[in-house]
């Protein structure tokens, strides 16, 4: 499942999963999105004659990837996105976490 121009990542890990070492909250919306995905887009537009158990989805949800670098990315213009933040999951501060400056982090 790709995620286009933004991801989320944790910078630590847990033992609330024993597999992923992520939060458990994090492993469970990761699986319902799988899941919905599957359910409400995969199956209700590929007939299901083509949808086995060996099935492998190859997707690319967002289309052409064609604008990237300092003018695709909205972190250099030092807004404040909930991504920068782990998802939400790390309590945002002042400041921005990108400038112009990238030996400095204004955070």
Known sequence: M??????????????????????????LATKLGVMLIEEHVIKSMIPEKYLDENTIFHLNPFGRFVIGGPQGDVGLAGRKIIIDTYGGWGAPRGGVFLSKDPTKVDI
């Open 2 to 27: 790709g995620v286009g121009d933004q991801g989320h990542m944790f910078g630590y890990a847990t033992d609330e999963t024993d597999k992923e070492l992520k939060p458990l909250g994090h492993v």
